[in-house]
């Protein structure tokens, strides 16, 4: 099953009441389940074990969350929100900080940037994309965690303008 069907049946089952739906192609299952609150869920079961390169179609299927840790610290106190700037994410895919595993990363907390200039990749069906900023200041919090992935209009970084 490609992507967009995916991206497909999930629009459907949200504009309708149903709230269950499973879909079985040879070694691919998927199951969407929604709430009554209209949340949808993705539940995959674990793909075989087949000595196959990966497709791209199962590298596009959304990877179950991370059960959320218990918040053990007090973060770093932020500045006044209200002139922060959240820069989010353009796509969905995977966040990278740097251009390689072996390279530095494009920013850190506290360093100034400049419109146009390059914070991040993301990677969406095997394409890096360089996300440039659209505003110039400085950079206060990363909030993605890097090689993660992100959704659509994800917040990943926030910036003090200047």
Do not use: W
Not at 73 to 78: D, F, G, R, S, T
Not at 80 to 103: C, E, H, Q
Request: aromatic share 6%; hydrophobic share 40%.
């Amino acid at each position: 099953m490609e992507y967009k069907q995916i991206q497909e049946l999930i629009k459907t089952i949200n504009k309708s009441n149903i709230s269950e739906l499973s879909i079985e192609e040879g070694d691919f299952k998927i199951t969407i389940k929604q709430e009554a609150t209209g949340n949808v869920h993705y539940v995959s079961a674990p793909q075989q074990i087949v000595h196959t390169p990966q497709t791209a179609q199962q590298a596009a299927l959304p990877a179950p969350a991370p059960a959320a840790p218990p918040a053990a610290e007090k973060p770093a106190p932020l500045p006044p929100v209200s002139n922060l700037i959240t820069i989010k994410s353009p796509m969905i895919g995977t966040f990278y900080r740097s251009p390689a595993p072996d390279k530095p990363i494009f920013v850190n907390v506290g360093d100034e940037i400049k419109a146009g200039q390059v914070l991040c990749i993301i990677e969406a069906m095997k394409l890096f994309n360089e996300i440039e900023s659209e505003v110039s200041g400085r950079i206060v919090k990363v909030i993605a965690d890097d090689s993660s992935p992100v959704e659509y209009d994800q917040p990943l970084f926030l910036v003090e303008p200047i």
